[in-house]
Each structure stands twice: as structure tokens, then as C-alpha cells.
């Protein structure tokens, strides 16, 4: 997926660090370490060297409980370094929830704006969509303000309340002029909500990548880290921020936001490849009469547990089930059908062996092409491979033309590009419609 900040272009299907760099005297880890522009400047090279392809500069601390500081000041301590740093060709996102301090930052070159409060203000949309023109958005949820936000926070259901509010403010932002492709979402952990709460949704990074956008993991030194793995000071984090924000990018994460860059980078070198994974059957083993769709799924949810017993691998995500027409050889029953969005250490033709065991065990018959079967597993796409011979062949020649592929794919990743750059529409379904069960 393609983020477009300005003249920047992001694939997020391998993880953009963005480098944090707060020039402001009280932020809750490193205030006052980078507050003079030289300092500021220097620090801002260093997390370049170390693999940063964004730096995020902030000049109001938004820690819980934290004052706010005039315009004015913000300004000030921004603006030089800002300004340098986009002279200097450097990607720059300016951390603010000020309109006039967006305008003045993108007038002088900054390429994105994050904004904590999630773009509420109209007059923070205007800049954005007028002085912007062009620039990425970071739309961030936050339950209340900065210096409330810890008082209370509640939820029925945090996960689908954060996930709900970040796709109705997208929505209402692209409504006003916002192209969908320079929106980036950012749930928020530690922004009004407990440490427990946050642990939730950052275990749930999936449910935010069903949107259909770019997601933000910032999770760099937050206190639920401190209560997850009882590291008292924040710059003690460091390590554990890596190994979670390795974690959110497995489950969907495609652009994290930290203070080290290389303790990050080391981390993200061990994130596996993810594999879309296509699963049918019209077969049920054992079925009553009448239950032929129940033993279907079921014989779907027995392959899913197979799959979960492969090494090295994790499901990180399963689409629900849809019904659909046979295709190819018509004289068949419908089959039920499903994708799983995987990560894995396997190789891809090793995969396929592993998934023509599952097959077997399964009761698999090959006797007509495209005939009835117990279970059907196909490798849909896998990252940044592509194959083209009698073995495999990837992406999955058929996988466009399939309203039971598309359809379950797009559930789990809407817009998602395979790895031949060719993006999932279904301007190309010709067989197999499918309806969600």
C-alpha cells in the first residue's frame, strides 16, 4: 500500500521508520535533550544514519497531564529546524494539533502532518487541504485531551470503538478532499487509554489494517510498556518498544514511530514474510443430511488448525466464510471458501508442500481438475515473490478472475497490492461469485 506525503511516496508493505525528535523541554522521555536547533539538528542526522526515512518533529509535549504551550512557542522551537531539515531533502512530518503551526510547517516544506487529535479541528482539515495540498495526514485517536485523557478512560469495547472512530474520521476527511491515499491511521496507545486497554489494541493491529489504509504503530517508550514488562524508566524501553513494534508490523503495522531507530531496525530485520492463503471445500467428510454446508466449514476450520501447527509461521488473520459458486467444472456442489493472512519463515515452494500435506491428510482427491474436494489450499500471494513455473506460480495466475479469492482477500487487506504490483479489484471476477456467510 502507497502512502503519498507530498513529493514522498511510502510502500508500506515493508515498514517505514519514522524517528521521533521533540524539540520541547518536558516530553515524558527525552525533554530537553534536542530543544536548541544545533542539538536538534545533530540528533536528527544520527536517527537518518540509522535508518529513519521520516523524522517527526514535535514542539508541544503531549505526555498525560502536560500544560500547553502558546502558538507562538510552538513555533518557535519547530520552525528552524523544520525548515533546515526539509532544505536538507529529508522527509519531515511535524507533530502538532495547531492549525496555524501546520500551515506554517508545511509552508516551509514539511511533507506530513500528525496530528493527536486526530484532525477534529476544521481548521486544521483546511490546512491540510489548502496549504497542504499534498501532504500525508497521521489521524490519531485520542479519547479526550492531553492533560485529561489518563483521568478515566473508558470503553465497552476499545479495540472496535478505536477502529470505528479512525475509519468514520477518515471517511469524513476524504468527504471534505482528502485523497484516501495520503491518510495514515495511528489508534493511539497511551492517549486515553489504560495500560490494559492499550495492550488490547495493540494486540489487535489487525483489525486496524482491515481499513483499508496505511496504520502507525507508536508505541516507542509508552507506559503500558512499562506495566506489560516492568521496566520502570521510560529509556529503559527501548529494546521491548523494538520487539512490540516487530509485533504490530506482523500484524499489519506499515509505519512505526520511534525514539531508536537502530535498537528498531535490528528488530525489523527478523519480520517474516506475510502469505495470503486460499482455502475451499465441497466436500464435508461427515455431514447429516441437510448440515452439507456446517460439515464444510468445519472441514475449512480443521485445515485452519493444521495451519496453525506449521513452523515458524503465525495466522495473523482470517477472513469469515463465503459461499460460492463451483467454478471451472460446473457440475459440482457450492463450495465454501476462505483466505488466511499469514507470516511465515517457510519458503514459498516449501509452503506449497506443506499445504499439499495438509490437503492429503485431509482426504485431498485430484482425480477431475477443478472437481469436487475435501479441501483445496492455494498460496493466493506471498510477499514480494513472484514465480512463474510448472511448480508455482505467483501471484496465483487465477486469483483476480475469482469472486472467491477477492472477495475474502479484500476483507482482510482492502486495496491490497501483490506482490507483482498489480492491486486486488474486482473490476476482473468472471467465476466462482461468492456470498459472506
Same mark, same amino acid.
Given at each position: 500500500?502507497?502512502?503519498?506525503?507530498?513529493?514522498?511516496?511510502?510502500?508500506?508493505?515493508?515498514?517505514?521508520?519514522?524517528?521521533?525528535?521533540?524539540?520541547?523541554?518536558?516530553?515524558?522521555?527525552?525533554?530537553?535533550?534536542?530543544?536548541?536547533?544545533?542539538?536538534?539538528?545533530?540528533?536528527?542526522?544520527?536517527?537518518?544514519?540509522?535508518?529513519?526515512?521520516?523524522?517527526?518533529?514535535?514542539? /508541544?509535549?503531549? !505526555?498525560?497531564?502536560?500544560?500547553?504551550?502558546?502558538?507562538?512557542?510552538?513555533?518557535? !522551537?519547530?520552525?528552524?529546524?523544520?525548515?533546515?531539515?526539509?532544505?536538507?531533502?529529508?522527509?519531515?512530518?511535524?507533530?502538532?494539533?495547531?492549525?496555524?503551526?501546520?500551515?506554517?510547517?508545511?509552508?516551509?516544506?514539511?511533507?506530513?502532518?500528525?496530528?493527536?487529535?486526530?484532525?477534529?479541528?476544521?481548521?486544521?482539515?483546511?490546512?491540510?487541504?489548502?496549504?497542504?495540498?499534498?501532504?500525508?495526514?497521521?489521524?490519531?485517536?485520542?479519547? *479526550?485531551?492531553?492533560?485529561?485523557?489518563?483521568?478515566?478512560?473508558?470503553?465497552?469495547?476499545?479495540?472496535?470503538?478505536?477502529?470505528?472512530?479512525?475509519?468514520?474520521?477518515?471517511?469524513?476527511?476524504?468527504?471534505?478532499?482528502?485523497?484516501?491515499?495520503?491518510?495514515?491511521?495511528?489508534?493511539?496507545?497511551?492517549?486515553?487509554?489504560?495500560?490494559?486497554?492499550?495492550?488490547?489494541?495493540?494486540?489487535?493491529?489487525? /483489525?486496524?489494517? !482491515?481499513?483499508?489504509?496505511?496504520?502507525?504503530?507508536?508505541?516507542?517508550?509508552?507506559?503500558?510498556?512499562?506495566?506489560?514488562?516492568?521496566?520502570?524508566?521510560?529509556?529503559?524501553?527501548?529494546?521491548?518498544?523494538?520487539?512490540?513494534?516487530?509485533?504490530?508490523?506482523?500484524?499489519?503495522?506499515?509505519?512505526?514511530?520511534?525514539?531508536?531507530?537502530?535498537?528498531?531496525?535490528?528488530?525489523?530485520?527478523?519480520?517474516?514474510?506475510?502469505?495470503?492463503?486460499? $482455502?475451499?471445500?465441497?466436500?464435508?467428510?461427515?455431514?447429516?443430511?441437510?448440515?452439507?454446508?456446517?460439515?464444510?466449514?468445519?472441514?475449512?476450520?480443521?485445515?485452519?488448525?493444521?495451519?496453525?501447527?506449521?513452523?515458524?509461521?503465525?495466522?495473523?488473520?482470517?477472513?469469515?466464510?463465503?459461499?460460492? /459458486?463451483?467454478?471451472?467444472?460446473?457440475?459440482?456442489?457450492?463450495?465454501?471458501?476462505?483466505?488466511?493472512?499469514?507470516?511465515? *519463515?517457510?519458503?514459498?515452494?516449501?509452503?506449497?508442500?506443506?499445504?499439499?500435506?495438509?490437503?492429503?491428510?485431509?482426504?485431498?482427491?485430484?482425480?477431475?481438475?477443478?472437481?469436487?474436494?475435501?479441501?483445496?489450499?492455494?498460496?493466493?500471494?506471498?510477499? $514480494?515473490?513472484?514465480?512463474?513455473?510448472? /511448480? $508455482?506460480?505467483?501471484?496465483?495466475?487465477?486469483?483476480?478472475?475469482?469472486?472467491?479469492?477477492?472477495?475474502?482477500?479484500?476483507? $482482510?487487506?482492502?486495496?491490497?497490492?501483490?506482490?507483482?504490483?498489480?492491486?486486488?479489484?474486482?473490476?476482473?471476477?468472471?467465476?466462482?461469485?461468492?456470498?459472506?456467510?
Amino acid at each position: 500500500m502507497i502512502w503519498r506525503c507530498a513529493s514522498y511516496e511510502f510502500d508500506t508493505r515493508m515498514p517505514i521508520v519514522m524517528g521521533i525528535l521533540n524539540v520541547t523541554p518536558d516530553s515524558f522521555s527525552d525533554g530537553g535533550e534536542h530543544d536548541a536547533p544545533e542539538a536538534a539538528l545533530a540528533h536528527a542526522e544520527r536517527l537518518l544514519e540509522e535508518g529513519a526515512r521520516i523524522i517527526d518533529v514535535g514542539g /508541544e509535549s503531549t !505526555r498525560p497531564g502536560a500544560a500547553p504551550v502558546s502558538v507562538e512557542e510552538e513555533l518557535a !522551537r519547530v520552525l528552524p529546524v523544520v525548515r533546515e531539515l526539509a532544505t536538507r531533502g529529508v522527509c519531515v512530518s511535524v507533530d502538532t494539533r495547531h492549525a496555524e503551526v501546520a500551515r506554517a510547517c508545511l509552508e516551509a516544506g514539511a511533507a506530513i502532518v500528525n496530528d493527536v487529535s486526530g484532525f477534529r479541528d476544521p481548521a486544521m482539515v483546511a490546512a491540510v487541504r489548502e496549504a497542504g495540498g499534498d501532504c500525508g495526514l497521521v489521524v490519531m485517536h485520542m479519547q *479526550g485531551e492531553p492533560a485529561t485523557m489518563q483521568d478515566a478512560p473508558s470503553y465497552v469495547d476499545v479495540v472496535a470503538e478505536v477502529r470505528d472512530w479512525l475509519a468514520a474520521q477518515a471517511a469524513s476527511l476524504e468527504a471534505a478532499g482528502i485523497a484516501h491515499d495520503r491518510i495514515c491511521l495511528d489508534p493511539g496507545p497511551g492517549f486515553g487509554k489504560t495500560p490494559r486497554q492499550t495492550l488490547e489494541v495493540v494486540r489487535n493491529f489487525q /483489525e486496524f489494517a !482491515r481499513l483499508g489504509y496505511p496504520v502507525m504503530a507508536a508505541l516507542s517508550r509508552k507506559s503500558y510498556l512499562g506495566f506489560a514488562y516492568g521496566i520502570e524508566r521510560s529509556v529503559d524501553r527501548d529494546r521491548v518498544s523494538a520487539a512490540e513494534a516487530l509485533m504490530a508490523c506482523e500484524l499489519g503495522a506499515g509505519v512505526v514511530r520511534v525514539h531508536n531507530v537502530a535498537e528498531t531496525t535490528k528488530a525489523l530485520s527478523d519480520l517474516r514474510p506475510y502469505a495470503f492463503l486460499g $482455502l475451499g471445500c465441497n466436500v464435508p467428510l461427515v455431514a447429516e443430511p441437510g448440515e452439507e454446508r456446517e460439515g464444510k466449514i468445519a472441514m475449512l476450520n480443521q485445515a485452519i488448525t493444521e495451519l496453525c501447527s506449521l513452523p515458524d509461521s503465525q495466522i495473523v488473520d482470517i477472513s469469515s466464510f463465503y459461499e460460492s /459458486e463451483p467454478a471451472y467444472y460446473l457440475d459440482q456442489d457450492a463450495f465454501v471458501n476462505a483466505v488466511v493472512l499469514l507470516r511465515t *519463515g517457510i519458503a514459498p515452494k516449501e509452503l506449497l508442500g506443506y499445504l499439499h500435506a495438509i490437503e492429503n491428510s485431509l482426504g485431498r482427491v485430484r482425480t477431475v481438475e477443478n472437481g469436487p474436494r475435501t479441501c483445496d489450499l492455494d498460496i493466493l500471494d506471498y510477499q $514480494l515473490y513472484v514465480a512463474d513455473s510448472d /511448480e $508455482l506460480t505467483l501471484p496465483h495466475p487465477r486469483l483476480l478472475e475469482r469472486d472467491f479469492t477477492v472477495k475474502p482477500l479484500l476483507e $482482510l487487506r482492502p486495496g491490497h497490492v501483490l506482490a507483482n504490483g498489480v492491486t486486488v479489484t474486482d473490476a476482473a471476477v468472471s467465476v466462482g461469485r461468492a456470498v459472506r456467510l
